[in-house]
């Protein structure tokens, strides 16, 4: 199955994670993008902590997890402050909320819905 929006690094993930590895991208598709954007896409950082319901609150948060993607972000946005696009996927809306306090520029679109 051939898709054409995604990054080719990005398609990879989604295919291998809920496609059986059968998504792939063309091959001038996926030149194309990869010299049209040629830094990673994807950023996979590990996390500790346990999430929990947050105060006042009916979602999931993590702390933890708050904490490492708020450097991640201010990281990024130090190295590519005219030039950066970032979204953050979560499941929980308490998490995206919290994500958006804490995180300097916070990304537009944080819930798990957004990239579609």
Known sequence: VEQ??????????VSDL??????????????????AEPREPLIWTPT???ESVG???KS???????EVVSR???????KHP???SIAVLTF???QMLELQKKTPRPPQCGGANCGQ
Do not use: D, W
């Not at 054409?4 to 993930?13: D, E, K």
């Open 4 to 13: 054409y929006r995604m990054h080719p690094a990005i398609c990879q993930v």
């Open 18 to 35: 809920f496609y059986g590895g059968v998504l792939v991208t063309p091959s001038e598709v996926a030149s194309h993008r990869r010299q």
């Open 48 to 50: 500790s902590g346990a």
């Open 55 to 57: 105060e006042g609150m």
């Open 60 to 66: 999931y948060v993590n702390v933890s997890e708050i």
């Open 72 to 78: 991640v972000v201010a990281t990024l946005r130090r």
């Open 82 to 84: 005219n030039n950066c």
């Open 92 to 94: 929980y809306k308490g």
